[in-house]
Nanobody, 123 residues
Framework: QVQLEESGGGLVQAGGSLSVSCAAS????????MGWFRQAPGKEREFVAA????????DYADSVKGRFTISRDNAKDMVFLQMNSLKPEDTAVYYC????????????????WGRGTQVTVSS
């Protein structure tokens, strides 16, 4: 059974940095795309970033390009999101997610989701 668990959220001032992590278990981690999504109060969940199984391909939402960096450690079955120059509008619950199929393209549908971690950016 695939399990994803996020950690590392918290409260940070605007302009600051924060890193969130996601630990995965239940299958061969390196074969699967991993993604980060977020959902702010009263808003739809939105894509933030994704990374291929090997880590050599990444994709970002326009709103976070140049500020956020996704990475992964396949030896530890973990994916990370480093967030710099944070803005109040980055406040949301951040979720990691992964598709069902190995070797999926980076834009594939996501099936498994973590419970999320809260990131709050104060102005």
């Amino acid at each position: 059974q695939v399990q994803l668990e996020e950690s590392g959220g918290g409260l940070v001032q605007a302009g600051g940095s924060l890193s969130v992590s996601c630990a995965a278990s239940g299958r061969t981690f390196r074969l699967y795309v991993m993604g980060w999504f977020r959902q702010a109060p009263g808003k739809e969940r939105e894509f933030v970033a994704a990374i291929s199984g090997s880590g050599d391909t990444t994709d970002y939402a326009d709103s976070v390009k140049g500020r956020f960096t996704i990475s992964r450690d396949n030896a530890k079955d973990m994916v990370f999101l480093q967030m710099n120059s944070l803005k109040p509008e980055d406040t949301a619950v951040y979720y990691c997610a992964t598709p069902t199929t190995p070797y999926s393209p980076i834009g594939s549908a996501y099936k498994y989701w973590g419970r999320g971690t809260q990131v709050t950016v104060s102005s």
